[in-house]
Structure formats: C-alpha cells, structure tokens
C-alpha cells in the first residue's frame, strides 16, 4: 500500500516562501504522474501544478505560475513544491496527489488522480 505524507505547510508573511515536501511510502512504483491541489476555506478544491513521468513535463495554474516550482528527489521518493512569493490567496490546505503515468488523462483534474495525501495547511498572513 502507497502512502503520500505531506509536510512543510505552516504560517508565512505576504512575499515570503515555503517549500512543502510529499514523501511516497510503503511499494512505491516508478512510472507515476504526480501533481498539487490545494483547497482553500469554502472553497472547491484546484489544481496548482503537476509533473509527468512522460518526459518530466510540468503544468502549473495561471494563479501559481512563475511563482512555484515543483521538483522531485527521486531516490527518496518525494516530491517538492517550492512556493515563492506568496499571497494571502495562496491560503489552503495543500494537497500532493499520485497515479500511474497516463498520457491519456488530464493531469490538472483531481479526479484522474488515485492517491491522495492528508494535506497540509498553508497561511500567508501579516
């Protein structure tokens, strides 16, 4: 059974940064697309950014991009978010999500993800 454990959320002031980190645990495999949600109060959860095992190609929202980078350690099995430039509106639970690498399915909706982790909160606030 793969787990996803999310880490890193915590409070930060408007302009600054975080890194949020997802480690895979337990019969990892290694042809997946990985990607980020992030769900903010009252709000539908949305897709932040992803990452195909196909060629490593990175997609990220309107919202987050030029602003947040996703990266990957692949020999610890874990994958990055680095959120630089943060805004009050960046305020969510962050959410790291797994499949299978499939060219066939959209990597920006949550439905075509498998595997889920439990999330981590994000506040930017002064």
């Known amino acids: 059974q793969v787990q996803l454990v999310e880490s890193g959320g915590g409070l930060v002031q408007p302009g600054g940064s975080l890194r949020l980190s997802c480690a895979a645990s337990?019969?990892?495999?290694?042809?997946?697309?990985m990607g980020w949600f992030r769900q903010a109060p009252g709000k539908e959860r949305e897709f932040v950014g992803a990452?195909?095992?196909?060629?490593?190609?990175?997609y990220y929202s309107d919202s987050v991009k030029g602003r947040f980078a996703i990266s990957s350690d692949n020999a610890k099995n874990t994958l990055y978010l680095q959120m630089n430039s943060l805004k009050p509106e960046d305020t969510a639970v962050y959410f790291c999500?797994?499949?299978?690498?499939?060219?066939?399915?959209?990597?920006?909706?949550?439905?075509?993800?498998?595997?889920w982790g439990q999330g981590t909160q994000v506040t930017v606030s002064s």
């Open positions: 999500a797994a499949r299978a690498a499939n060219i066939y399915r959209s990597l920006l909706r949550e439905e075509n993800y498998d595997l």
């Open positions: 337990g019969r990892t495999f290694s042809r997946i697309d």
């Open positions: 990452i195909s095992w196909i060629g490593g190609a990175q």
